[in-house]
C-alpha cells in the first residue's frame, strides 16, 4: 500500500550519503570509495564499523518485517541482503508494464518508418532491376510493391528451387530461366539433401534442371533444349 511505499522510500532515504568533511572513507577490495549502498551492503554501520552479526529468527529474514525497520544500518548482512532483494524484485515489477509498452510502441515505429522507406525506394526503382536471390528474399515486401511483370534467372542451373520461388510475386506473369542444367548444381551444406545421397530430398536439383529433365522424358533431348 500507499503506507509501504513511504516506509520504503524512509528506508532508502537512510542509505544517503551523509559525510562531512574529514570523515573516514569506506573502501573496497581495490582501494575504490563504495557509495552508501554498497558500503551497507558490506554489513557496515554508518561509521563503517561492522554490525554484530546476530542470527536473526525466519520472521526477521522476511520482507514484512525488514520493510518495517527503522533504521536499516542495524541489519546484519544477511537481512541487509533480503531487504536489497526485494527491493530490486519491486522495482522490476514495476518497470515491467512500461518496458512492455515500449517495446510496442517500438516495433510500430519501426514498421512505419519500413514502410515510409519501401514507399521512397519504389519511387527510386526503375523498371528493370538487379538482385540475387538472396536479396529477393530479403527484400520481399519491396519486390511485392514492384509486381514485377517478368523475371530473369541467369545461371538458373546454380540456383536452388526455393531461391527461385521467392522471387515470384502475384504480378509475375513471366519466369525465363538462362542455364547449362550439365553444369554446377547448388551446394548444399549438407550432403544428405543431395541427389548424390540419394536419401529422395534432392535439394540440390535446381527448377531449371527439373524442368528440363521432365522435357527430355516428354519430347526428345534436340526438341528440349
Given at each position: ?22 570523515d ?9 570509495v ?19 552479526n ?125 542455364g ?21 530430398y ?20 534436340e526438341?528440349?533444349?
Amino acid at each position: 500500500g500507499d503506507d509501504d511505499e513511504d516506509e520504503d522510500d524512509d528506508q532508502k532515504g537512510k542509505l544517503k550519503d551523509k559525510k562531512k568533511k574529514g570523515d573516514w572513507k569506506t573502501v573496497g577490495a581495490r582501494g575504490e570509495v563504495l557509495e552508501p549502498l554498497q558500503k551497507w551492503l558490506t554489513a557496515v554501520d554508518l561509521n563503517g564499523k561492522p554490525v554484530r552479526n546476530y542470527p536473526p529468527n525466519s520472521f526477521q529474514m522476511s520482507p514484512d518485517y525488514l520493510t518495517n525497520v527503522a533504521d536499516v544500518w542495524q541489519m546484519n548482512k544477511e537481512q541487509r541482503k533480503v531487504l536489497f532483494d526485494y527491493w530490486k524484485t519491486e522495482i522490476i515489477e514495476a518497470h515491467k508494464s512500461e518496458f512492455a509498452r515500449n517495446c510496442t510502441k517500438y516495433e510500430e515505429i519501426r514498421q512505419s518508418r519500413e514502410a515510409i522507406t519501401t514507399v521512397e525506394q519504389l519511387c527510386i526503382l526503375r523498371k528493370s532491376i538487379g538482385v540475387t536471390t538472396s536479396g529477393a528474399a530479403s527484400y520481399s515486401s519491396l519486390l511485392k510493391g514492384l509486381h514485377p511483370a517478368i523475371i530473369l534467372c541467369e545461371e538458373a542451373g546454380e540456383v536452388f528451387e526455393s531461391h527461385i520461388i521467392a522471387c515470384l510475386t502475384q504480378g509475375t506473369q513471366h519466369l525465363i530461366m538462362i542455364g547449362d542444367h550439365k553444369q554446377l548444381r547448388p551446394k548444399c551444406s549438407e550432403f544428405a539433401l543431395e541427389i548424390e545421397s540419394r536419401n529422395g530430398y534432392d535439394l540440390d536439383v535446381s527448377l531449371f534442371e527439373r524442368l528440363v529433365k521432365l522435357r527430355e522424358k516428354e519430347f526428345g533431348i534436340e526438341r528440349a533444349i
